[in-house]
């Protein structure tokens, strides 16, 4: 029999329907694992067993009343970026304390209504600014993936959705929230081997989730599977009055387009993404990936997104710039840490300096300095206008294909002591995921090998606004075709 | 566009961060890094390119004129560092 | 004759702008749905995006909208369909985003022109430069404790209009006039209560001086002066500082400056120093604000009818003098109050009372239209008592002083203390045959000539009958009776 913490999530929910598990033992499993693993992983900052063993209990309850919603009984890890009442929510940040939310971002309180369990919050790049987890004030994650013969070397999970990634890799967890401002879901997926999505920019309500950029800012899922992503994305989505940006749409039920097949359907290959320093493991990950797809019965076309060289840079203007914005909130003053100064501005400064990490100082200065007097149009005016560029370069790409696909980073996780302090090469990792946050469409990641040190690859689909569904399409071929049945080498005993 | 110590010292008091003098050559060193490798833009033509701002909605939706909110004096205080009474309180701010 | 200061150097001519930052009568804020009534314990109208905790977004509301359409059309002014909200960036402690939603580069109204009337009755086009909608901050607290400031954000998210006018005005009563019109304006359209004590009006206002025939020299801003009177008298004190300046040799540095209402003078404010760098940029929270037309014409047709367009109405259709007319439209109330008392009589006779004996009523008891002790129906039904001769002029003038004391209605007055005028001839006529018999030798000399006699006739009977004798059948009758 599976062991409780290797269940896919539908697997789950039919063990569970079936009686062959309770949501309390299925809880308890990924509990005592997150206890034995948590210590060294770091990929919880804060666990909740108490509300974690209420909500399984409730969950056994729903599903004894033959009331069980799509998620009962799920044991989930959710990214400390959503505000979860009651419960510490950190950003991974000394600024903002202890502080408490007294409200549900809107996607948890969708999770919860179908019945989710909440294991605890998933550490993450303070304020999700990282590609790499080691900006949070909680301390890095660690991912749970080792290269051959090297089990000593700790490497970066990728981020700034580490946590959840490896949550999910380390089978802490089914399946967790993430968020993806630049790549913050896909990268870390791809470094964990684990399969994520950022939908398109307005179908998952933003509500709630702490602001780091909000013109891309975008909640997604991590699971292990192509149709958990699908399962638990369908239970994220929805129209919510109380984002102004929320997307009045129906939401499709996107398990049902994993089976559908990639037949008759034209995969664009761009050109430009075939970039300096793109690993050749990788390149050909990207080649198989194209024959694979073929295979089943989909076209391949070339085509060019010409502007995608400047999506990094205008990426790295645009989110700084709504991010020194967002940010200047956390002030001491209402709620989080405050350092005592000797007047108000002398308290913001302090409070201010001593509760935001380097990374986080840096993009809000950057952003400071790009939006103010005399560099406005320079920089923010700018890269607004490059930003209509690499849209209309999708727009244009949509007429001739129906979803794109990549790979979904430049190189496999490296490790915590090869990161370079130059942030603008660290910058880099994002740069085939960027495109996306930028353009508002969605994305997704999934693995489809392995190096030859033995971790995980990936591989990004694009497609056009609103229609994940093909995403989940070509996500599935590529599932089936990929088998990838590697896990990592730290992860809860089977 | 490179910035100096003055301005990097500028732009974290507008950023209301304080920066130790010590660390402001290295700042002035990380931020030009940034800034001159964003400075590539400058080569891309964007003539009569209308700026995209959001990726979101086209228009703005409205909802009506009802009291649903407020009447929570005790939670919006709950986490604040300092407060008296019901006010949050600061140093004097001196106008 | 135009406003200047004079200096050593010669006459100095003032320029002011003002913004007005209207507080939008709405239910609830512009973003969130805390209510926005006035004098609610602190933070207890505060939703936690008002109070910018993580992860709050903001919501528009629609009749904050509806009601900046309204102002902009009842300023003539031009409705942008389409419009956008920018962050105004700036730390404060009664700021809780650490910036302010606002329209900067596209407000919702753009320009227009209103006409102010100065003391003389000249009469004065003010350009408007635009209207545009954004938040109000909270409130801070300074007189609390020795070393710290209190905040409380019942106020933070209301909504405001910032209406801003061109430098058209050139003196303290020019600044008055146009602050008084915009008021009047916006209580007309039931935009803004202009409540200026409790703060739902204020101005910022924008003062320089230069010779005649000069450019624009450098301006300062006045901040939050919050009366008309100190609107006037922070306009006098500012330009007098500049011309000071100027005079001295000195330079007028830009800056925000305070108005001092104890020492009259504007001194000023410290708290302001990144003023010149707010970061404006397009709230990536709020899509851009898009106007149906059909919408913004519903709104149109819905207007009420504007103080200029009532006044002239007043002068046209009921003959009324531009004064009366002028006086009767400045507050909504008096003007309904009395088309109240005018409909269906005499539109004249209406305005006389009111602005004559009934203002002075009201001024006597300290009331005002809003309280008064007398109802519109009641002082109707006094002049129809007048109409159909029930009551003299002087018997109705006393009726009035009783309603100003015990808010009874008239016909119960009347009534009560039997002031009703007589008009039968009969009784009338007992009263003068017994005049006649008592003062036989006046009636003699009046017959043979003395006819200045005839006033002491009329004195005395209406003496009889305690003033309630018709005073036109009493002449009649005498001029019969005397032959």
């Known amino acids: ?494 | 566009m490179s910035l100096d110590t003055a301005t990097v010292r500028r732009v974290a008091s507008l950023a209301r961060l304080r920066v130790e003098e010590q660390d402001l050559p290295r700042l002035e060193t990380e931020l030009n890094g940034i800034l001159g490798w964003i400075e590539q833009l400058q080569a891309v033509d964007t003539t009569g390119v209308e700026p995209m701002a959001g990726g979101g909605a086209e228009s703005l939706r409205m909802r009506e004129d009802q009291v649903t909110d407020g009447g929570q004096q005790q939670a919006v205080l709950a986490n604040a560092p300092d407060r008296a009474d019901a006010f949050f309180a600061v140093p004097k701010v001196v106008e | 004759m135009s406003y200047t200061i004079e200096g050593g150097t010669g006459a100095w001519e003032v320029v002011i702008g003002l913004e007005v930052h209207a507080q939008v009568t709405s239910l609830a804020k512009l973003f969130s749905g805390a209510a926005t009534e006035f004098g609610a314990e602190p933070n207890a109208q505060v939703s936690f995006i008002d109070a910018g905790f993580p992860g709050m977004l903001p919501v528009i509301n629609r009749e904050c909208v509806a009601q900046a359409v309204r102002t902009g059309l009842g300023l003539n002014a031009q409705v942008n369909l389409w419009s956008r909200f920018d962050r105004k960036n700036y730390f404060y402690a009664d700021l809780p985003q650490g910036y302010q939603i606002s329209q900067y580069q596209f407000p919702i109204i753009g320009k227009g022109e209103i006409e102010i009337e100065l003391a003389d009755g000249t009469r004065k086009a003010i350009g408007i430069t635009r209207l545009h909608l954004e938040q109000d901050a909270g409130k801070s607290l300074h007189d609390q404790h020795p070393t710290k400031s209190y905040i409380d954000l019942n106020r933070s998210g209301v909504a405001l209009m910032e209406i801003v006018s061109e430098p058209d005005l050139r003196s303290p009563e020019e600044a008055g006039a146009y602050l008084t019109k915009l008021r009047q304006i916006l209580r007309y359209l039931g935009t803004c209560d202009g409540n200026m004590e409790q703060g739902s009006l204020r101005a910022d206002v924008n003062v320089s001086v230069r010779k005649p025939g000069e450019g624009f020299r450098t301006r300062c801003e006045v901040k939050n002066v919050n009366s008309i009177r100190f609107v006037m008298q922070a306009v006098e004190a500012e330009a007098r500082r500049q011309v000071e300046l100027w005079e001295a040799g000195e330079v007028v540095e830009q800056e925000t400056r305070l108005f001092d209402t104890t020492r009259g003078v504007t001194r000023s404010m410290r708290s302001k120093e990144d003023a010149h760098d707010y970061r404006y940029f397009p709230d990536p929270d709020l899509p851009p604000l898009v106007l149906d037309a059909a919408w913004v014409e519903e709104l149109k047709a819905a207007l009420p009818e504007l103080p200029d367009a009532r006044r002239a109405r007043y002068v046209q259709d009921f003959g009324l003098t531009p004064y009366d007319a002028h006086v009767l439209t400045l507050e909504k109330e008096t003007a309904a109050f009395y088309e109240a008392v005018a409909r269906g009589r005499d539109p004249k006779m209406a305005a006389n009372w009111i602005t004559g004996d009934f203002f002075a009523g009201l001024n006597r008891t300290g009331a005002s239209i809003g309280n008064s002790p007398i109802s519109a129906a009641d002082l109707g039904a006094l002049l129809d008592l007048i109409s159909d001769s029930t009551l003299s002029g002087k018997l109705a003038k006393e009726v009035l002083e009783v309603m100003f004391e015990t808010g009874k209605a008239p016909g119960v007055i009347v009534e009560e203390r039997g002031l009703k005028q007589v008009t039968d001839t009969g009784a009338i006529e007992a009263v003068i045959d017994e005049v006649m018999a008592k003062n036989a030798d006046k009636v003699a000399e009046y017959r043979s000539g003395k006819e200045k006699l005839f006033g002491f006739f009329v004195g005395q009977t209406m003496k009889a009958m305690q003033g309630k004798g018709n005073p036109a059948l009493v002449n009649d009758l005498l001029k019969k009776k005397l032959g």
């Not at chain 1, 209504?113 to 990282?130: R, T």
Request: hydrophobic share 45%; net charge negative; aromatic share 8%.
């Open chain 1, 1 to 494: 029999m599976t062991a409780p913490t290797d269940f896919t999530i539908a697997g789950a929910r039919a063990a569970l329907d079936a009686r062959r598990i309770s949501a309390v033992e299925l809880t308890r499993a990924h509990l005592d694992a997150v206890e034995q693993l948590n210590p060294r992983l770091n990929a919880y900052i804060t666990i909740t067993p108490e509300v974690a063993l209420a909500q399984a209990a409730a969950a056994d309850a729903a599903i004894a009343r033959g009331e069980a919603g799509p998620l009962s009984g799920i044991p989930l890890a959710i990214k400390d970026l959503f505000c979860t009442a009651g419960i510490r929510t950190t950003a991974a940040s000394r600024i903002l304390g202890d502080f408490v939310p007294p409200y549900e971002s809107t996607v948890t309180t969708k999770l919860l209504q179908d019945g989710a369990v909440f294991l605890g919050k998933a550490n993450l790049d303070e304020f999700a600014m990282g590609s790499s987890n080691l900006s949070s004030a909680f301390g890095g994650v660690e991912n749970p993936w080792k290269r051959a013969g090297a089990p000593e070397t700790v490497l970066v999970p990728g981020g700034s959705s580490g946590g959840s990634a490896a949550a999910v890799a380390a089978r802490l967890a089914l399946g967790a929230t993430a968020t993806d401002t630049g790549g913050s879901i896909r990268q870390p997926a791809a470094f964990c081997g684990v399969t994520g999505i950022k939908p398109t920019y307005g179908r998952c309500s933003r509500y709630g989730i702490i602001a780091y950029a909000s013109s891309l800012d975008q909640a997604g899922p991590v699971a292990r599977t192509v149709e958990d992503c699908a399962i638990l994305l369908r239970s994220m989505s929805g129209f919510d009055p109380k984002d102004s940006t929320s997307a009045n749409r129906a939401v499709p039920d996107f398990a049902a387009a994993v089976a559908r097949g990639v037949k008759g359907l034209r995969i664009g290959i761009p050109r430009e993404y075939r970039v300096e320093g793109l690993s050749p493991e990788i390149d050909a990950l990207w080649q198989q990936g194209m024959d694979w797809l073929k295979a089943e019965g989909a076209e391949l076309v070339e085509i060019s997104l010409p502007h995608t060289r400047h999506a990094l840079a205008t990426y790295y203007i645009v989110a700084p710039a709504e991010a020194s914005s967002n940010l200047a909130r956390y002030d001491g003053v209402r709620f989080g840490l405050r350092e005592d100064g000797k007047d108000l501005k002398d308290l913001y400064e302090r409070s201010r300096a001593a509760g935001f990490g380097a990374e986080v100082k840096r993009r809000i200065l950057v952003g400071t300095y790009v939006l103010s007097a005399g560099y406005y149009d320079a920089y923010y005016v700018k890269a607004q206008q490059v930003r209509a560029l690499i849209k209309r370069d999708f727009d244009q790409a949509w007429e001739k294909v129906d979803a794109i696909l990549t790979p979904a980073t430049p190189t496999a996780a490296f490790g915590r002591d090869e990161t370079q302090d130059d942030p603008v090469a660290m910058y880099l990792n994002d740069v085939f995921t960027i495109t996306a946050n930028l353009a508002g469409i969605p994305g997704m990641a999934l693995p489809a090998g392995l190096d030859a040190q033995g971790l995980p690859l990936g591989l990004q689909i694009l497609g056009r606004p609103f229609d994940e569904e093909t995403l989940f399409a070509i996500g599935g071929a590529i599932e089936r075709a990929a088998d990838f049945k590697a896990t990592p080498a730290v992860r809860a005993a089977a």
